[in-house]
């Protein structure tokens, strides 16, 4: 469950999704998911979201609606407050970041500067 101190949040959608594509594969099945933020892009920084196994030196864990979400340090500095939800529409499919902490994208939207 959330609380107050997740500085992450997803959406039923979202977490709906990721618990089917994580459950799908052999190799990802009960692997939490990392969000991280990575360097590169034409604007600054990227947002990532992959399974992978806890780094405890390095990794906060959260539980959030049966998920467990894995985050750097560094990468918490530009995701607090961000809502990850999935869209499934006929004009806008995938994993969508709400992040507050963008001030601009680029062009392509797959990078932004914070």
């Known amino acids: 469950m959330e609380t107050p101190e997740t500085p992450i949040s997803l959406t039923d959608a979202a977490a709906a999704k990721i618990l089917e594509l994580r459950d799908a594969d052999p190799k990802t099945a009960g692997k939490p998911l990392r969000i991280a933020v990575r360097g590169g892009g034409c604007a600054g920084f990227t947002q990532e ?3 992978d196994d806890p780094k405890p030196d390095i990794d906060q ?7 467990t979400v894995l985050v750097d340090a560094m990468s918490l500095m530009y995701l607090a407050g961000t809502e990850l939800d999935y869209l499934d529409g006929l004009n806008e499919s995938g994993f969508k970041f709400n992040n507050p902490n963008v001030k601009s994208t680029c062009g392509c939207g797959s990078s932004f500067s914070p």
Do not use: D, M
């Not at 864990?61 to 998920?67: L, Q």
């Open 61 to 67: 864990s959260y539980e959030i609606k049966g998920v």
């Open 49 to 51: 979201l992959y399974f």
